[in-house]
């Protein structure tokens, strides 16, 4: 590679100070696109799914595995299409998923269609598209007995497991408050109890309308470690082994694990901080309490420095496991669960439902800076305010998100001072708080990275903005492939009734 190029990962890289997505310069695309802006790798994407498929089906030689990317992370018709090319299945968790995967020409019988609520049209139209329904509420199994004589044809199922985890005591990623794992996975509600999962597969087995073709469950982001991995996979097939014993023998040709594998820069859950971070936290409040006794003026002088020690240290530093690591621990642990247990794995198919590991990194999202702000008193405090809002990528905020970012036309400058960045809605809309960052000015690009998952499928329209478009790059090309939204959209749907219109909207005195 060019010695002028510093690579970042596979897709982003600095050439001339500037940053590149692929072989596009980042600023080149702003100023051509406008911002804000979403920008997708197209060849990220497919290494992406091509490194998925490669680690799993070297390691899983019992039988064929299927990557089934989670779509709710992102459904935008042209990065389905890209998945399905690559071979991919899919994970859909409502009828407009289904239609996005479905209209991409994918293999019905590799789509898994999850979620509770399922509606008996929705599942008439699942068994007419021949895909693989994942039941998860108790009286499921009845409407899609009554939804396959509908369609005239025989539903295939697995059913979402709920296996418990006793051994596994450490902080669930799901939850704000410290949470162990056992309990976080419990309080979820997807999946069918246990106690009424016995039942149901002895009715499934029994439905002359029904092939019960596997048992699913969806491991989830509860931790990166893999030892944490391990003892998921091991206790899911210790609940397999059970209800073999309960169905007479009867077990899986598809294992499904779902999704949850972290992506190496993930963004997940990093705001809430460490357990240290928190604790120093905890000391900084009690010592600025402390601190009233010095008088105000050298009270925040001396938090003013604290500040600049304490933040901008955020964020859990974890090295997170490569797609190989996780497959290797995995498989691994299936195969050696499954002998001891004393079941079949040959021949059986294996599922992963990776959601932000094959999307988080293909996206980044560009915005103008709009202005910086900074005041010296009573603390020392820097905003940039950006020209876009964290209501585009409200997934983030529910996640808790601590994105990385680069500022794209000064990405060689060493950071300089403490700043918020702040999106432009009334909020307090702290996209991402307290970070060092260089020299910047207004008009300046700022490049939030990891924004491939859940992100744009998120966005709202707070403060009436409109959305973004999104942009496809691959090599030097790059183009839009969902244009954005306008200001006229969004009111699109409001309706008026005809009488506020009457008298120039003023109330008529006698009904007020
Ligand atoms: C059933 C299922 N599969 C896969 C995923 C993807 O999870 P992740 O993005 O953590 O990989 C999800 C996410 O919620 C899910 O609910």
Redesign the pocket.
Known sequence: MDKSVRAIDECLSVRGGRLFIEDCDTVGLAERFGTPVFVISEDQLRRNMRRYLKAFSDRWREGEVNILP?I??NWLLALRRILTQEGAGC?V?SAGELHSALQSGIDPRLVSV?GGGKSREHLTNCIRAGVRITVDDIDELELIEHAARDAGGKASIRLRLRPDFPNLWQPTGFANELVPIDIGFQVYK?GIPTEHVVSMGRKALASEHIDLVGVHI?L??HHYSLTVWEELIRRYVELITELKTQWGGWEPSEIDI?????SPRDPFGKIIGSTADNLLFAGLFAGMYALKALGEKRRYEIISRLMGLILGRKGKKARIPSIEEYAERITATLKREMSRCGLNERGVRLQI??????YGNTGIHLSRVLKTKYQTRPIAWNWVLLDTTYFFMAGGVFENNLHPFIVANRADEKPCKLADIVGRSCYADRMIPEVRIPDVKAGDIFAVLETG??QEVSASNFNAMPRPATVLVTGDQAEIIKRAETQEEVFARDIVPERLLKDGGKPAAQSV
């Open positions: 989670a709710k992370a994970d968790y999850n997807n969806h989830g982001r779902g999704g949850g594998i972290p439902e990776p959601g932000r590991s094959m998952a859940y």
